[in-house]
């Protein structure tokens, strides 16, 4: 543990070392006098496997696995890309799926040659998140979001991070890709999901310090 970020009783460890969930989380947290930190700050934790069915099942998973591992409150978010033409994958191997060390980018030429045949009336999608929180003593939150868009022909935008460049939000006519953080931050379903799980927030770490 780096002698220049001690936890405090009042740090949150977010359980991921992905630093564009890190930097989204981190922001949606300002103001509730937190410290936040990284896996980053805990190297003797290794990989987390997900082995969990569903979103809730790895958000809860990772979370439980931290909180139990650091003595700190955890926060942990599971989430990924539902197309509906292929029947809601790649869904929980989003991250991973064109294989077990898949990049951004190789993930997204996988889905735009999957896709390559699919009318634009097949593209709906949705971006799903799980948000949970636990406390070594046991205490649990969990909160979720969506986030309703299509899959372009081609990706869009240098911001963002995963399939964000091509994720189309019909409503802005931008991809996630080409939003200021703050824009997505108020559309995403990870904003959506870390809102309301903060809104149970002051009764949870009530709980959490018991």
Same mark, same amino acid.
């Given at each position: 543990?780096?002698?220049?970020?001690?936890?405090?009783?009042?740090?949150?460890?977010?359980?991921?070392?992905?630093?564009?969930?890190? *930097?989204?989380? =981190?922001? %949606?947290? !300002?103001?509730?006098?937190?410290?936040?930190? #990284?896996?980053? @700050?805990?190297?003797?934790? +290794?990989?987390?496997?997900?082995?969990g069915a569903t979103f809730a099942e790895n958000?809860?998973?990772?979370?439980?696995t931290v909180a139990q591992?650091?003595?700190?409150?955890?926060? *942990?978010?599971? =989430?990924? %890309?539902? !197309?509906?033409?292929?029947?809601?994958?790649? #869904?929980?191997? @989003?991250?991973?799926?064109? +294989?077990?060390?898949?990049?951004?980018?190789?993930?997204?030429?996988?889905?735009?040659?999957?896709?390559?045949?699919?009318p634009e009336a097949g593209r709906g999608c949705r971006f799903h998140s799980v948000v949970a929180a636990v406390a070594p003593n046991g205490a649990e939150i969990l909160a979720q979001g969506r986030w309703e868009g299509r899959v372009l022909t081609s990706p869009r935008g240098a911001g963002g991070f995963g399939y964000d460049p091509l994720f189309l939000d019909p409503g802005l006519g931008r991809t996630a890709a080409e939003l200021t953080p703050a824009e997505k931050n108020a559309r995403s379903h990870r904003g959506q999901a870390l809102r309301a799980l903060l809104q149970d927030w002051p009764a949870f770490w009530a709980k959490a310090q018991a």
């Open positions: 543990m780096p002698e220049t970020t001690p936890p405090r009783k009042n740090s949150v460890v977010l359980a991921t070392r992905n630093k564009g969930k890190i *930097a989204e989380l =981190s922001a %949606l947290l !300002v103001g509730f006098g937190v410290q936040v930190l #990284g896996l980053e @700050s805990f190297p003797d934790i +290794g990989e987390i496997e997900e082995t958000a809860a998973l990772k979370a439980r591992a650091t003595g700190l409150v955890a926060l *942990a978010d599971d =989430s990924g %890309l539902a !197309v509906d033409a292929l029947s809601g994958a790649p #869904g929980v191997y @989003s991250a991973r799926y064109s +294989g077990e060390n898949a990049t951004d980018a190789a993930n997204n030429a996988k889905l735009l040659k999957t896709l390559q045949d699919v």
